[in-house]
């Protein structure tokens, strides 16, 4: 495990940079402190040769010129070395900027869908308590208003649980609590109750292979159903089926969420788990979201020793399949 986090990483390339800067500067005044010295004794030997023999003359220029021929291969190589650095040292510095610039686009898009997301089941809720506030409505009635703001309220805490989630993620202070339980039983149980709190308007098909266990964190597992399932649904039209498979093959358990709807670009496919990742822009898009629901789950299928892909689906739509 990287003990070095990547965030880190371009500051760390950068102090290295300088103190590489740095540290050429002290050598640069080393050789030249020493070229000086140098210069100097080769002077005394020039006065101490000019009573010398042509062959010891030779034999000296011989040899300064082969120093000097060091000497340029030696600044030469330094100067290549620099260069290199200093090159690496501004790719990464533009490399961060892009990614920062990046980041920043999406923390943008999290705001403003969360902005919206908040607003939203807060208004609603609102409304349908002034309005029995009000009115003189009938005991059904009443009943519908009261479902329909607890709904709101649902809505918001899932909201909330999510971001407490993602922050707990982020701050690596998430912690799973496995057992060994029935993961058909558990899958067909949470599909059900989501089926009976909300009125969708596509086909759900439960395809689920009964008897299947695996060891997963029962509080936190309804997060890998529930935030692909809801993708699912998002990004469908009415009337199109949804299927919710659960298999044992090969000794390896798989669970498929697969849809009719859009589908996703196949240059997407992996930048859909990354946090705050959505396609397209916050401001135009008509679908709700904080892009961090893909991004818990490929969080929580790797903390249950999965791999989680998305597939195209035939003819249309997307396959996310995950494999223990």
Known sequence: MNSFPKKSRPLFWFYVLVTYVILQFVWW?????????????????????????????????????EKLHNRWIMIAGESSVFVALLLFGIFQIRKTFKKDAELAQQQKNFLLSVTHELKSPIASAKLQ????????????????????AISDTDRLNKLVST???????????????????????YIIRIMNQTMESFNYKQKIVLAIEPKIFMNMDKVNFQSI???????AVKYSSEDSTITVDLKKQNNKIIFRI????????????????????????????????????????????????????????SPKGSIFEITF
């Open 225 to 231: 159903i529930l935030n692909i399932f809801e993708n």
């Open 258 to 313: 697969s849809d009719e709807g859009v589908g996703i670009p196949e240059d997407k496919k992996r930048a859909v788990f990354q946090k705050f990742y959505r396609i397209g822009n916050e401001e135009t898009r008509n679908t709700k979201g904080t892009g961090l629901g893909l991004y818990i789950v490929n969080y929580l299928v790797e903390q249950h020793s999965g791999i989680v892909s998305v597939k195209d689906n």
């Open 163 to 185: 971001i407490l989630l993602a922050a707990q993620i982020e701050n690596s202070i998430y912690s799973t609590n496995k057992e060994e339980s029935d993961l058909s039983d």
């Open 29 to 65: 005044t080393y050789l030249m402190v020493n070229l000086n010295n140098e210069i100097y004794y080769l002077k005394t030997e020039l006065n101490l040769l000019k009573g010398a023999s042509l062959d010891e003359i030779v034999l000296k220029g011989n040899e300064l010129q």
């Open 129 to 148: 308590l002034q309005t029995l506030e009000k009115r003189d409505l009938d005991r059904d009635k009443q009943k519908e208003i009261i479902a329909n």
